[in-house]
């Protein structure tokens, strides 16, 4: 496996023994070594995912997931316009993050697509990606190692322990894991209908158990 640590809060240093990394393509800002960068066909996700992606991202303005592979031996730096950089270990667990924030991963671990509408229902789901800007699916990565996620200020980690519901602001939400589900929330009223809407008339709603992550900023 590599080894990911942080030179800083805003740079993310893996040292690769004759491994791999995958990454946000356009993301590596230095590098030393003797190390080869390709572009891995479909994000990673396979054939489905891929589709999925380009289908309900051409209705909702979702990003693609675009990686690259840096493979070989030697040391590799990545960041994402100055965002902070926070490493989470996963131990054979599942993590759901916006693709826009997703930094790099382990090769012990895969990329999937997600899909809210299982637990909100397509209706819900295509309106909450219409009134937020944020698409109808997160990506999953699974596996055991460790995944680099970037955020706009420091990473909130907000604890879901099943004994009150957790709102979040969809312009902020990053990602989760755990045993959570999680639904679009309305709260429509004649304002949202004239088009005077604010943030918090639409948001993300977790129960359960686990750990949800937020950003101190809200996507424009």
Known sequence: MSTFRLTNDRLLEVQLQNTSVSSKAGAMVACEGDVRFTKLILGGEG?????????????????QLNLMQSQGTGRVWFADQAREVSIIPLRNERLFVESASLLA??????????????????QGAVAGAFATGQGIFTTSVEGTGSAAIVSHGSLLQLEVDGSAPLFVDPDAFIGYKGNLRQEFHFDVNWRVLLGQRNGESYQLKFTGQGTVYVQPSERR
């Open 47 to 63: 054939l489905l995912g891929s589709f999925m992606r380009r289908a309900v991202g051409g209705v909702t303005g979702e990003e």
């Open 105 to 122: 991963l382990e090769s012990g671990l895969k990329t999937g697509t997600h899909l809210i509408a299982a637990n909100s229902g397509v």
